[in-house]
């Protein structure tokens, strides 16, 4: 009576050497793939045997995947080298002002706030109102005519009585007139880095402003 063999012994016989066991998955190489290729060639039925498209099928399905594999590693590697590159900008960053879309501003106790409008088209007039925490007036500037363009302005701290406001957080409106109606404008505030901070998801860094919070690095308009 003959005895089954064991799944050593059946590897065995198959021709595949010991240390294949021990690989993962994953670590299978193109010289093993060959190894194997040519093991199934030896233990094929004479009578059935293979057609030749079934093997450049087996070849053609074995690169793909390591193409593949070598494609994620790639693109893990260059994912890596971008976080990198993003942490040094960052870093830079600290203790230098920069530009960024904000409705709000900080008022340094002897300094002014200053920031710019993107004016799409000229206005008939241009209106800039500074408002405290509470929502209460404390300055409205009336610019008058400007033409289409960067319009820059700066702040001093008086309010509308020429005293001075507290330093602080302000929040900054704008507004022009087009075809006879007040139209609501982005404003670009000006404010210093204070530190840089990582973000929840590990790529997007945050520039944390004195005084006003966190932005994303990718918001800033200008540095200056």
């Known amino acids: 009576m003959s005895t089954v ?32 290729m040519i093991t199934q060639l030896k233990n094929q039925d004479p009578f059935s045997p293979m057609e030749n498209g079934d093997f450049l099928a087996q070849i053609a399905q074995f690169s793909s995947v390591s193409g593949i594999n070598q494609l994620n590693n790639s693109f893990a590697d260059l994912a890596s080298s971008l976080t990198s590159n993003q942490a040094l900008q960052a870093g830079a960053l600290v203790g230098r002002e920069v530009l960024a879309p904000l409705d709000y501003g900080l008022l340094p106790a002897d300094g002014a706030l200053r920031g710019e409008i993107d004016l799409p088209a000229s206005t008939g007039n241009l209106v800039l109102t500074v408002s405290d925490a509470s929502g209460a007036l404390v300055r409205e500037l009336q610019l008058g005519v400007q033409p289409a363009g960067k319009f820059k302005f700066s702040w001093d701290g008086l309010d509308d009585n020429g005293e001075f406001a507290p330093p602080g957080v302000y929040r900054i409106q704008a507004q022009g007139i087009y075809d006879g109606e007040p139209t609501a404008l982005e404003t670009l505030i000006a404010a210093r880095v204070g530190s840089v901070s990582l973000g929840a998801d590990k790529q997007d860094f945050k520039l944390n402003l004195d005084g006003l919070g966190p932005i994303s690095l990718n918001d800033v308009a200008q540095i200056y």
């Not at 799944?7 to 093993?32: H, W």
């Open 5 to 36: 063999n064991t799944d050593n012994d059946i590897f065995a016989s198959l021709g595949l050497v010991r240390e294949l066991e021990t690989k993962k998955n994953d670590e299978l190489g193109q010289e093993d793939f060959l190894e194997l």
